[in-house]
């Protein structure tokens, strides 16, 4: 369907050829009649008729051209649905879980944790009990059809909604141990970050707080349904830069400082207590092929990072055996791919970086000395 402004402007076109079309009759029929046409007010033109009509014949020319190249591109777009194999599996996107819909859970999810701290209204105590049994059936509900499309059966089998329902149960049992977990991790944040003035600042206003939330809930899910999870952390990745992968073991106690740039890979183990700053990666060396030069898919691929270690910005830690032993420092821009004993300290030497004073430019005229 054309565009609103569009419409209106062929319906005046339309009007002003009609209009122009019918005086001409009229004179016409008065010439064959003997009767000699008098110019009158109602026989004239519009003024500009002949170039409006002339102006809307080539907008409707370029319409028309327009409608073609579409009806060209949905061919083409079309052709290419039947091809096989690459992106084209409709009959499976048909069960697919939906993006959406996981979203907003992740928004409930997060309100469940923190509520009163998001968007919707504040909650008296007397009504939390109420609303919090609300908002878990909500969620049971929109889950379960999303787990069923995950588990690829809809409409969904016994034996499909049963394992949706074993796998919810499941999940919200631990939702509660989640919770008080997180708590250690705005433990983390107040204690690590001299800026954090209240526990309720870094709630509304830390994003790694957010990030860290949802990969919590993602990975009580990793391994037992397909997709959701990585849907999750993804919604988070892209509300805060903060890249955690729903597979990887994080200990109590985290805190990412700032957090924009920051990869956890699917494999990393993180311990306790463990400080990262921003743009920090948690990445795989190498990957492993086949006898076919494919990727395998699995092993150890990422680091490990043991207890009360803290990374400085910038720095990339590679390699399914490498170990962070505890207590140490990762000063920043450091690029390591070898283990790291505990208790030590790993920064590059600063023998290129020199700090000089400026050299005074000399004015090269007189005219130049005063434009200083």
């Known amino acids: 369907m054309l565009p609103a402004c569009w419409r209106a402007r062929l319906a005046i076109a339309n009007f002003s050829c009609d209009f122009v079309s019918s005086q001409s009759n009229d004179i016409q029929r008065k010439a064959c009649f003997g009767a000699t046409p008098k110019p009158t007010r109602e026989t004239r033109a519009l003024p500009g008729a002949d170039t409006l009509s002339l102006s809307f014949t080539g907008e409707r020319a370029h319409i028309s051209a327009m409608d073609t190249t579409n009806r060209d591109a949905v061919e083409e777009l079309l052709q290419t649905y039947g091809e096989t194999g690459g992106i084209n599996y409709l009959d499976a996107a048909a069960t697919l879980p939906s993006r959406l819909a996981i979203e907003a859970a992740c928004a409930e999810l997060m309100s469940l944790m923190f509520p009163g701290f998001r968007s919707e209204a504040l909650v008296s105590s007397e009504d939390l009990a109420d609303t919090t049994r609300i908002r878990v059936r909500h969620l049971h509900a929109r889950l379960k059809t999303e787990i069923c499309r995950s588990l690829g ?163 990339t830690i590679l390699g399914g055996e490498t170990v962070i032993g505890a207590r140490s420092t990762i000063g920043g821009n450091v690029f390591l791919v070898q283990s790291v004993p505990p208790d030590s300290l790993v920064y590059y030497e600063e023998k290129q970086l020199r700090i000089v004073p400026k050299r005074k430019k000399r004015p090269a005229t007189t005219r130049d000395e005063f434009r200083e």
């Open 153 to 315: 059966t809809i409409p969904p089998d016994e034996a499909t909604e049963a394992k949706a329902e074993e796998v919810l149960s499941e999940f919200f049992k631990q939702l509660p141990s989640v919770r008080r977990l997180l708590w250690t991790d705005i433990d983390a944040a107040y204690e690590g970050d001299p800026a954090a003035r209240s526990y309720e600042e870094i709630i509304l206003a830390y994003p790694a707080l957010e990030a860290v939330a949802i990969y919590r809930m993602a990975h009580l899910l990793y391994e037992k349904v397909p997709l959701i999870p990585r849907i999750m952390t993804e919604w988070a990745h892209s509300r805060t830069g903060i890249d955690i992968h729903p597979g990887a073991k994080i200990g109590q106690n985290f805190f990412i400082d700032h957090g924009t740039g920051v990869v956890i890979g699917e494999t990393t183990e993180i311990g306790a207590r463990v400080k990262l700053y921003h743009a920090v990666t948690l990445g795989a060396r190498s990957f492993q092929k086949d006898e076919h030069g494919k990727i395998k898919k699995g092993g150890k691929r990422h680091p490990t990072v043991e207890d009360d270690v803290t990374i400085y910005p910038g720095s």
